[in-house]
């Protein structure tokens, strides 16, 4: 027989990067689904943490964020173990997963009008503003930043469908902040679109890494050197 490349450790490191990202999504589909007063259309994800149910989002972010820092670990041994080394990639991918739960701890300020009686241009507290710098812009700006790594880490591997991938992720998930930021700012043509705008985004994003957690998983699991 022929043993995999990585160890179980790892190979459960990976299948957390697997799990996180679709979780997260059903999640806060879920709660905005159910939550009264909220447009998922119009409202931020980060919004569903305000009210008596918020806890739900809170602990959406950390568990969700604790599952892709195991993710960024067993990402780093899993390339280690098949040849493919890279340090900025799992870097970049575990200050992604801190932001998240970072995101989660200092909860966001109202805006849009949720909940119901706030008014639509967000007031300014010191954890809503620890919300939004740096936690909420880490999660993006790492998330863009690990794409365009791998997308450059890939096409010197001679992987250039990964590669392309890679940097077509991190180019969208980049302008769907930008929009989805303006949106919540209530600019013109974009403040009711501005939770569909950012959930393209997370979806886009998430399920990059839901993918590469399969990919390198994969990798590791072919068959390495005879026992």
């Known amino acids: 027989m022929r043993a995999p490349k990585i160890s179980g450790t790892t190979s459960a490191y990976l299948l957390c990067g697997a799990i996180g990202g679709p979780l997260f999504v059903v999640a806060f589909l879920l709660e905005g689904a159910t939550r009264a ?31 892709m820092l195991l993710f960024a670990v067993g990402l780093r041994r899993g390339l280690h173990a098949v040849g493919r080394r890279s340090t900025w990639g799992p870097l970049l991918v575990g200050t992604y997963a801190i932001a998240l ?12 009008g949720y909940p119901r009686g706030t008014p639509a241009q967000s007031v300014h507290t010191w954890h809503g503003m620890l919300h939004n710098f740096p936690f909420s812009l880490l999660v993006f ?40 930021g303006q949106a919540f700012s209530q600019a013109e043509g974009l403040v009711e679109i501005g939770g569909l ?6 979806a886009v994003g998430w399920a990059w890494l839901a993918l590469l957690a399969v990919h390198v998983r994969g990798e590791g699991q072919s068959a390495g050197e005879p026992r």
Do not use: E
Not at 47 to 66: D, E, H, K
Not at 158 to 173: F, H, Q
């Open 37 to 67: 007063d909220y447009d998922p259309l119009r409202h931020p994800v980060s919004s569903l943490a305000l009210g008596p149910y918020g806890w739900m989002q809170i602990a959406n972010f950390v568990v969700v964020g604790l599952l």
């Open 197 to 202: 705008l950012q959930r393209l985004t997370i």
């Open 101 to 112: 739960v970072g995101a989660g701890i200092f909860v966001t300020d109202p805006v849009g």
């Open 141 to 180: 700006a790492a998330l863009a930043g690990a794409c365009f790594v791998f997308a450059r880490r890939f096409a010197g591997w001679g992987d250039r469908g990964w590669a392309l991938y890679s940097a077509a992720t991190g180019t969208l998930v980049v302008i769907g902040f930008f929009l989805s």
